[in-house]
C-alpha cells in the first residue's frame, strides 16, 4: 500500500508562493489518481487539485490560475506549486491517493499565509 509524505509548508505573505511536495513509497501499481486537499481550521477537508490517471487534471474554482499540480513518475513525487497566495489559503494540506479504490492520505503539511 502506498505511503505518503508531504512537505514544503510554511509560512507565507499574500501574493507570494510556495511548492509542496508528496513523495510516495510503498506499491504505486493500481494508483487511479493523485490529488492534493486542504482543511482550513473550522472547516471541512476540501478537494484542491487532482491529476487522473492520463494525465487528466481538475482544479477547484478558487485556485485555478493560480495553482498547479503535477507529477514525476520517476520519483514518485507530486508536487503543489501555489502562486499569488492569499490569506483564505491557510490550511493544512493533504497529499492523497486513490488506490484501488481506497483512499491513502499523508500527515499534511501547515501553509499559512499572512502578513
Known amino acids: 500500500q502506498p505511503r505518503l509524505e508531504e512537505s514544503g509548508g510554511g509560512l507565507v505573505q499574500p501574493g507570494g508562493s510556495l511548492r509542496l511536495s508528496c513523495v510516495a513509497s510503498?506499491?504505486?501499481?493500481?494508483?487511479?489518481?493523485m490529488a492534493w486537499y486542504r482543511q482550513a481550521p473550522g472547516k471541512q477537508r476540501e478537494l484542491v487539485a487532482i491529476?487522473?490517471?492520463?494525465?487528466?487534471?481538475k482544479y477547484v474554482d478558487s485556485v485555478k490560475g493560480r495553482f498547479t499540480i503535477s507529477r514525476d513518475n520517476g520519483k514518485n513525487t507530486l508536487y503543489l506549486q501555489m502562486n499569488s497566495l492569499k490569506s483564505e489559503d491557510t490550511a493544512v494540506y493533504y497529499c492523497n491517493v486513490d488506490h484501488y479504490g481506497r483512499d491513502y492520505w499523508g500527515k499534511g503539511t501547515l501553509v499559512t499565509v499572512s502578513s
Open positions: 491529476i487522473f490517471e492520463g494525465d487528466i487534471i
Open positions: 510503498g506499491s504505486m501499481f493500481g494508483v487511479n489518481s
